[in-house]
């Protein structure tokens, strides 16, 4: 026994003995460690982002099934700018939503997988959150219903919803954030939440109008004071772009390419109401001097011709709005209207986003 107590008490016997307390402690060390990354996580999956609202714009509603959270927006923004989620990996959301273009994109039409054109103008994403119906007939309810659209679609990125789902759950980086901000693997419902979480940020306003409403009356300019009094009066615009967002948020026929041989029919095509017939959506006019060509075809090159096709009360037909008449306005008014749409309705603070990394 004696000999026993000698050989543990061995000078060998504590150097082993104390390495293997070092060992021990610097693996409770990185247990520890390991789990305050899981819980600073965990944490941020959960933590809500409290989404600040412009000047101007009224207050944001967020669907009680889709909170937002910085993890869940920052995902978002990942497949917004993922090419992955075309069918032959060229096109993104962003790329007919191009923050430096309005977040449109610049073109008459959208373009999409393999240079296929579609028949309809890209509408800017600035401000979406506040419209109840999406795209230029409505046929999506919110933002949620929108987002898998475009993917889907032959012309735009005609990618299969499963095979979106299958290729994401293929990347680790989507596996691991998928699982870390909805607690599931990839699917279809957590794609729209996320998509539509990062397009809800995309706001603008505090424009020099608003600071003009405010009381600052150096915010705008002389001609942009007779343009946003003929705005609101004479002209009539509000009567259908009013609010935070000057936009109704309802369908209306202004004879925009009625007479084409096979017209557009808009919002006609989703409810079959004859007096839908021609109707499209009333489009912010926040930021609208980045967002050029204009109308739902892209027909109007100029907000100066856009006012002047106001001016002359639209192109006739049966469902032509009976607000569209025309306006008696001079040379000089229309220039008023315009200097009040570009000078007062872009925003210093214009929601400038540049494209994540993407996960691998």
């Given at each position: 026994?004696?000999?026993?107590?000698?050989?543990?008490?061995?000078?060998?016997?504590?150097?082993?003995?104390?390495?293997?307390?070092?060992?021990?402690?610097?693996?409770?060390?990185?247990?520890?460690?390991?789990?305050?990354?899981?819980?600073?996580?965990?944490?941020?999956?959960?933590?809500?982002?409290?989404?600040?609202?412009?000047?101007?714009?009224?207050?944001?509603?967020?669907?009680?099934?889709?909170?937002?959270?910085?993890?869940?927006?920052?995902?978002?923004?990942?497949?917004?700018?993922?090419?992955?989620?075309?069918?032959?990996?060229?096109?993104?959301?962003?790329?007919?939503?191009?923050?430096?273009?309005?977040?449109?994109?610049?073109?008459?039409?959208?373009?999409?997988?393999?240079?296929?054109?579609?028949?309809?103008?890209?509408?800017?994403?600035?401000?979406?959150?506040?419209?109840?119906?999406?795209?230029?007939?409505?046929?999506?309810?919110?933002?949620?219903?929108?987002?898998?659209?475009?993917?889907?679609?032959?012309?735009?990125?005609?990618?299969?919803?499963?095979?979106?789902?299958?290729?994401?759950?293929?990347?680790?980086?989507?596996?691991?954030?998928?699982?870390?901000?909805?607690?599931?693997?990839?699917?279809?419902?957590?794609?729209?939440?996320?998509?539509?979480?990062?397009?809800r940020t995309v706001l603008s306003g505090a424009a020099p109008f608003d600071r003009f409403k405010a009381g600052d009356k150096n915010a705008l300019s002389v001609s942009a004071q007779r343009g946003m009094d003929l705005f609101f009066n004479k002209a009539k615009c509000s009567s259908c772009h009013k609010g935070g967002s000057f936009s109704d948020f309802a369908f209306h026929n202004l004879g925009v390419g009625i007479n084409n041989e096979n017209p557009d029919l808009g919002r006609f095509l989703v409810t079959k109401q004859e007096g839908d017939r021609g109707r499209f959506k009333t489009p912010t006019l926040r930021e609208i001097h980045r967002t050029a060509p204009y109308m739902h075809d892209g027909s109007q090159k100029t907000l100066k011709e856009v006012v002047e096709f106001y001016n002359k009360g639209g192109i006739e037909n049966p469902q032509l709005d009976e607000e569209m008449k025309p306006l008696k306005l001079s040379p000089e008014e229309v220039n008023d209207i315009v200097k009040f749409m570009v000078e007062g309705l872009a925003s210093e603070h214009y929601p400038q986003v540049s494209a994540p990394q993407l996960p691998e």
């Open positions: 026994m004696k000999s026993r107590l000698l050989k543990i008490n061995s000078p060998s016997a504590r150097f082993i003995a104390a390495i293997s307390m070092v060992c021990i402690m610097h693996l409770i060390c990185l247990m520890c460690f390991t789990l305050n990354s899981l819980f600073a996580e965990m944490a941020m999956a959960d933590k809500p982002h409290v989404q600040q609202v412009p000047t101007g714009l009224e207050r944001l509603k967020v669907p009680a099934n889709n909170e937002l959270t910085a993890a869940k927006i920052e995902l978002g923004k990942q497949l917004f700018f993922d090419k992955r989620l075309s069918g032959d990996n060229t096109v993104s959301c962003a790329t007919c939503h191009d923050p430096e273009k309005g977040w449109s994109n610049d073109a008459a039409f959208a373009t999409g997988v393999r240079g296929q054109v579609g028949g309809r103008s890209a509408p800017t994403i600035i401000n979406a959150a506040y419209h109840p119906l999406q795209f230029w007939d409505g046929r999506a309810v919110g933002l949620e219903g929108q987002a898998l659209g475009p993917i889907a679609n032959p012309i735009e990125m005609d990618l299969n919803i499963v095979e979106a789902i299958a290729r994401l759950s293929d990347i680790p980086g989507y596996r691991k954030q998928f699982k870390r901000v909805f607690g599931t693997k990839v699917t279809a419902e957590a794609m729209a939440q996320a998509i539509a979480s990062f397009e």
